[in-house]
């Protein structure tokens, strides 16, 4: 059986956020090690499918693309972040210390910025002290553990180790929103829609389009084969995922940010209407 659909970014999230706890090495950390969820909007909705809690996808991340520049949200603006269970329930612990009391079975999970066709995903980061990234990938990359990265097609590259080459804070003359460097992560768990849909229903998937207006901005077209009731299952999910709400942005203070955007230092007041606050919200 053949099928093909459309998937907004936010039913993509939905979708790939379903796959990602049902995963076998995300099982097997929420009965034995931690999960650690790192910050990020489609974090936000792994752990709402983990923890049953509504959680704005919106607040739940630092570092944004939104408003039409790449942005960083208001500290106050924010939910606490990452969340980390230890055996399946939420505890008080830094990711420092859930690596420390160290487990083989632990998994991280981070979202990306983009994403290639050889499975190489890119991790944008303006922190000077390197992020999140900076913070678990010494442990998972020496003691192999799983780094589990949801991350939707319409952050599609055609070469993340290239596209980190021309990135570094520091090199840029020009920002029209924060600077930043990339990270290229090369041995991540990945996970897009179509891995989304092979780990839920056994079907084989292929991107073919891209792109839209009206709320489907940044939509991705995929086609699906397999069994005709694995494809009936996953008609019956993306059915029912149809119409997920957009994430709302949340831009910073353009007043007080501390990076390199053109508009840094700016007042509100004297925004240009597109990047006032109130012009998406």
């Keep these: ?25 995300m099982k097997v950390a929420l009965d034995k090690a931690y999960v650690i969820l790192c910050g990020g909007t489609s974090n936000a909705f792994v752990a709402q499918e983990l923890l ?25 603006d924010r939910i606490p972040f990452p969340i980390i269970l230890h055996r399946g329930r939420v505890v008080e612990k830094t990711i420092r210390e859930a690596l ?33 990234v900076a913070a678990t990938i010494g442990t998972v990359t020496s003691q192999g553990l799983s780094y589990i990265v949801p991350v939707g097609l319409e952050k599609l590259v055609p070469s993340v180790r ?18 930043f460097g990339m990270y290229c992560l090369v041995k991540a768990n990945v996970v897009t829609e179509i891995r989304a849909l092979k780990i ?19 939509a991705v077209v995929l086609v699906v084969m397999g069994e005709e009731p694995n494809v009936t299952a996953a008609i019956g999910l993306i059915e029912s995922i149809k119409g997920e709400k957009p994430v709302e942005g949340r831009k910073g203070d353009c007043g007080t940010c501390r990076y390199a955007c053109r508009f840094a230092g700016t007042p509100e007041a004297d925004l240009p209407d597109w990047l006032r606050s109130e012009s998406l919200l």
């Design 52 to 76: 049953g809690q509504d959680i704005d996808p919106g607040r739940f991340t630092a570092g944004t693309s939104t408003h039409g520049l790449l942005c960083v949200t208001r500290p106050a």
């Design 1 to 25: 059986m053949k099928a093909v659909f459309s998937l907004t970014p936010a039913e993509s999230k939905r979708l790939i956020a379903r796959a990602i706890v049902q995963m076998p090495e």
């Design 200 to 218: 839920l229903f056994d079907v084989e998937a292929r991107h073919v389009a891209s792109g839209g207006v009206g709320g489907s901005e940044g």
């Design 162 to 179: 290239d596209s980190a080459r021309y990135t570094g804070a520091k090199t840029y003359d020009y920002t029209l929103g924060a600077d």
């Design 100 to 132: 420390d009391d160290f487990h083989r079975e632990t998994v991280v999970v981070k979202g990306a910025n983009a994403v290639d066709p050889e499975g190489n995903v890119g991790v944008i980061t303006s922190g000077f002290d390197g992020g999140t």
